[in-house]
Structure formats: C-alpha cells, structure tokens
C-alpha cells in the first residue's frame, strides 16, 4: 500500500464530484487530507465524507501547496486555468475534463487498458481521463483489439441527462413532472430541446462538418487510449430520458476473425467487463442494471454477417462511476505510487 497522500478534490459538489467522493470512500487509497474545492456559489457549503463534515471553498492562490495530487472534475475551462497553477505548485492532476484529453503529452488513461501511460504525467503534471462513452467502450475494445486488431468501429451512444451534469438531471425531473402534471415545459436548459419523452440527437456543440465535438472527441479518444491511431470511428451521440446509465450499440469490424462465441469468452475474461448476455432468457446490459456498479456491462453479441469479420454487440456502464470517478481513483491510485 502507498503512504497517506493529501487530495484536493476540485468540483466537489457536482455530480462527478460527488461520485468522487464515494468512490475515494471505497478505495484503499489512504489520505492523509482531503480538500474539497467548487465554484464560489458553493463555499461555505459543507459535504460528508468518511464521518466528517468537510467545509467547499473556491481554487485559490496556494490551494494546491502541499497537496499531492487533485481530482478535478469541473468544467473544462476551469481545468485550463487551474491544473497548470496546481502542477506549478506541486500537485499533480488527474482530470475527468475535455481540456487536456487530446494533448499530446498528456496521458488519456483507462487503467484496465493502458495504466502504465500514467508514468508519463510528468510532462505536463496532468492525466487525463477520457469521456464517459470512451471510457466504458475501452474496457470491452481494448480486448477485442489486442486479440483480432480493430478497424473500424460504429458507435450510436445513448447518453442520459446526467452525463450533461446537474443540471440536465433537474431539467429531465422538472421536465417529466410538468408534462405528467399536464403543464408544458419552460424550454431549455443544459439540454438545447426538452429531454422528457424524446431523444435529443445533439451531445455536445456542432462542428462544421455536422458532427459534434462529443462525437468526434469519442473517435480520437478511443485511438488514443486503444493506441490504435489508424482505427475508423464513426460515432453518434444521442441524449436519451433516462437520468443514470449510458448506453451505446457498437458495430465493429476487425483485421482478423473473432466469432462472437469467442469474443463473448474472451470478455468474460477481461478486467472491468460483466457479460450479461442469455438472450432466451431475456438477459442482456440495461441502464437500471448498471447504475452503481463499476464495470462495464456488454451483451448483445452477435456476428454482423453483413460484412466479414464485423461484431455487433451493446455497452453499458454507469456515467458516473466507470466513466468518470472509478477512473479518476484508479488513475489516483496508480499515480499515487510515483509521487
Ligand atoms: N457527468 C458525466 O457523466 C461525466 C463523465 C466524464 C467526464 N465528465 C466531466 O466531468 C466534469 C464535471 O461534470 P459534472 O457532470 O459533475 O458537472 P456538474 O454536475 O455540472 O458539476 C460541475 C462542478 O464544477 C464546479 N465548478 C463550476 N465552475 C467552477 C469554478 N469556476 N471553479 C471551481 N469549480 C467550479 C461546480 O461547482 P458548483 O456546484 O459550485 O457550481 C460543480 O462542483 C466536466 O468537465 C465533464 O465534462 C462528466
């Protein structure tokens, strides 16, 4: 086990945040400190853990003096300005933000696939971790990839509001309740179209191609993590009225065979997978059975017959746990052994 290290955990009080907080709580990791930091709306206010009450107070000057590492799971803007200011002063950063994911020398980690990159956090002082989509798909890619080689991968993610933070998940209840409640809906909010009983085909701000920056963000994280720079990925990325739990339907085509009897052995045997896949008995992955559990759940797996040597198969994960805080830990964990 490694010495008692101090964590700041910066976006406390969000959802991420919060998951955090649990997740911190069921980890060996042992803390010396714990700082909890979140915009100045939140100062002042008071969160649980561990039995005690811990005070939020805003990034200031010297926050990050004396701390070991920080967990940042805020937005990206906050992670430019302040992770550089926290390395400057001593502490590393693991961050769940879009900021850094893309950067060349910092490590994008999904530890189940490629932990040892964390060793190279020294360049900037920063990990990264990737998108919650990206995450879960790594875990079961990763395997598929080093035993048949991926090509090319279609992805249609099913993301609920709470993979767009607290506020989406308000719109989505206040939503719901007005419309059983026959009252229409105040338009808007941290979803651009009212979420309750629709699908919103937008995640994420639209580029000039047509894609969105989450749509895109999903293929290059994937070849960056899957180390796989040569990998195809057409993605598309849809808010769905369902509060935890994210779904995506993945068609994937390798360089060499892998019948779906022996993808399905081999997922059951990769770290970080669950195989629920007995379809006569009406088994396969849902949101309600990921929700509060760590891994990644994958069924569905089938032969894609329409083309040689493709797989269709469906990925679920809770947003909030696999793809966000458990990472963020495990990526603590690791980097807490190089401090
Ligand atoms: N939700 C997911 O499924 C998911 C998955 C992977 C990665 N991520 C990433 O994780 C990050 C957090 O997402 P979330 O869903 O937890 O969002 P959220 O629920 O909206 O929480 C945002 C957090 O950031 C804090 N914050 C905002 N402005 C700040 C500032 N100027 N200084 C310090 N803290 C500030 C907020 O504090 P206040 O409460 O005081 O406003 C809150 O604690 C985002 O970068 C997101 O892209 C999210």
């Given at each position: 086990?490694?010495?008692?290290?101090?964590?700041?955990?910066?976006?406390?009080?969000?959802?991420?945040?919060?998951?955090?907080?649990?997740?911190?709580?069921?980890?060996?990791?042992?803390?010396?400190?714990?700082?909890?930091?979140?915009?100045?709306?939140?100062?002042?206010?008071?969160?649980?853990?561990?039995?005690?009450?811990?005070?939020?107070?805003?990034?200031?000057?010297?926050?990050?003096?004396?701390?070991?590492?920080?967990?940042?799971?805020?937005?990206?803007?906050?992670?430019?300005?302040?992770?550089?200011?926290?390395?400057?002063?001593?502490?590393?950063?693991?961050?769940?933000?879009?900021?850094?994911?893309?950067?060349?020398?910092?490590?994008?980690?999904?530890?189940?696939?490629?932990?040892?990159?964390?060793?190279?956090?020294?360049?900037?002082?920063?990990?990264?971790?990737?998108?919650?989509?990206?995450?879960?798909?790594?875990?079961?890619?990763?395997?598929?990839?080093?035993?048949?080689g991926l090509e090319r991968v279609v992805a249609t993610t099913l993301e609920p509001a709470a993979?767009?933070?607290?506020?989406?998940?308000?719109?989505?209840?206040?939503?719901?309740?007005?419309?059983?409640?026959?009252?229409?809906?105040?338009?808007?909010?941290?979803?651009?179209?009212?979420l309750a009983f629709n699908l919103v085909p937008q995640v994420g701000a639209f580029l000039e191609?047509?894609?969105?920056?989450?749509?895109?963000?999903?293929?290059?994280?994937?070849?960056?993590?899957?180390?796989?720079?040569?990998?195809?990925?057409?993605?598309?990325?849809?808010?769905?009225?369902?509060?935890?739990?994210?779904?995506?339907?993945?068609?994937?085509?390798?360089?060499?065979?892998?019948?779906?009897?022996?993808?399905?052995?081999?997922?059951?045997?990769?770290?970080?997978?669950?195989?629920?896949?007995?379809?006569?008995?009406?088994?396969?992955?849902?949101?309600?059975?990921?929700?509060?559990?760590?891994?990644?759940?994958?069924?569905?797996?089938?032969?894609?017959?329409?083309?040689?040597?493709?797989?269709?198969?469906?990925?679920?994960?809770?947003?909030?746990?696999?793809?966000?805080?458990?990472?963020?830990?495990?990526?603590?964990?690791?980097?807490?052994?190089?401090?």
């Open positions: 086990m490694s010495k008692p290290i101090s964590v700041a955990l910066v976006g406390a009080t969000g959802l991420v945040g919060r998951a955090v907080l649990d997740a911190l709580g069921e980890s060996s990791l042992p803390l010396s400190r714990l700082t909890l930091l979140a915009s100045a709306r939140s100062a002042g206010t008071r969160l649980e853990h561990a039995g005690a009450e811990l005070p939020v107070a805003a990034p200031a000057e010297g926050a990050f003096r004396g701390v070991d590492a920080a967990i940042f799971c805020a937005p990206a803007e906050v992670a430019r300005e302040w992770a550089p200011r926290a390395w400057a002063e001593g502490c590393a950063v693991v961050d769940a933000s879009p900021a850094f994911r893309l950067e060349p020398d910092v490590p994008l980690v999904v530890p189940e696939v490629n932990g040892a990159a964390v060793d190279g956090f020294r360049a900037r002082g920063v990990v990264a971790s990737p998108g919650g989509a990206a995450a879960a798909l790594s875990v079961v890619l990763g395997p598929l990839h080093a035993a048949a993979s767009a933070g607290h506020r989406a998940v308000q719109q989505l209840e206040r939503e719901a309740m007005d419309l059983m409640n026959g009252r229409e809906p105040e338009p808007g909010g941290a979803v651009p179209h009212r191609d047509g894609r969105t920056d989450a749509e895109e963000g999903l293929g290059a994280e994937l070849r960056k993590v899957l180390g796989a720079p040569g990998l195809r990925v057409a993605a598309t990325a849809v808010r769905v009225p369902v509060f935890y739990g994210q779904a995506a339907v993945v068609n994937a085509a390798t360089a060499r065979a892998l019948p779906a009897a022996a993808a399905r052995d081999l997922l059951r045997r990769s770290p970080g997978v669950k195989v629920l896949d007995a379809t006569a008995e009406g088994v396969y992955p849902m949101p309600m059975l990921a929700v509060n559990d760590d891994a990644v759940l994958v069924g569905r797996v089938r032969d894609d017959r329409s083309q040689e040597h493709g797989l269709e198969l469906v990925v679920v994960s809770d947003e909030l746990r696999k793809g966000a805080a458990t990472n963020l830990v495990q990526i603590l964990e690791r980097l807490a052994a190089l401090l």
